[in-house]
């Protein structure tokens, strides 16, 4: 089982101060560890931000509102999908295209898949 990490760029919305970054082209990295948790997934944000939570409730809140703790996870129209985050520092709303999570989340199905002998 392999690491997998995508790179994309996603449109940011936080109450934090964000001056420095272009709101229209922020980068982030998608993470799949299966040796770390096989039921888990990360998100890098920009700075110190990283969020791990279930990769089910990620794929669930591609079909309708979903949310555990201090993740949320919706879609919003046919072609984007929205993640906030919730913390003590505020609140981040990640709006990703819904193909880019599609894809992210088909190659960890793949990476956790038993290797035939």
Do not use: N
């Given at each position: 089982?392999?690491?997998?990490e995508?790179?994309?760029?996603?449109h940011?919305?936080?109450?934090?101060?964000?001056?420095?970054?272009?709101?229209?082209?922020?980068?982030?990295?998608?993470?799949?560890?299966?040796?770390?948790?096989?039921?888990?997934?990360?998100?890098?944000?920009?700075?110190?931000h990283?969020?791990?939570?279930?990769?089910?409730?990620?794929?669930?809140?591609?079909?309708?509102?979903?949310?555990s703790?201090?993740?949320?996870?919706?879609?919003?129209?046919?072609?984007?999908?929205?993640?906030?985050?919730?913390?003590?520092?505020?609140?981040?709303?990640?709006?990703?295209?819904?193909?880019t999570?599609?894809?992210?989340?088909?190659?960890?199905?793949?990476?956790?898949?038993?290797?035939?002998?």
């Amino acid at each position: 089982m392999s690491v997998v990490e995508q790179y994309a760029r996603a449109h940011i919305v936080t109450d934090e101060d964000v001056d420095r970054l272009d709101p229209a082209a922020v980068p982030v990295v998608l993470r799949y560890d299966p040796e770390s948790d096989p039921l888990a997934v990360r998100i890098d944000l920009p700075g110190p931000h990283a969020w791990t939570f279930d990769r089910a409730l990620l794929e669930q809140g591609l079909r309708a509102p979903a949310g555990s703790g201090e993740v949320r996870v919706w879609p919003c129209g046919r072609v984007q999908a929205v993640v906030e985050f919730h913390s003590e520092q505020g609140v981040s709303v990640v709006q990703f295209e819904t193909k880019t999570i599609t894809r992210f989340l088909r190659r960890t199905y793949t990476a956790a898949a038993p290797v035939a002998s």
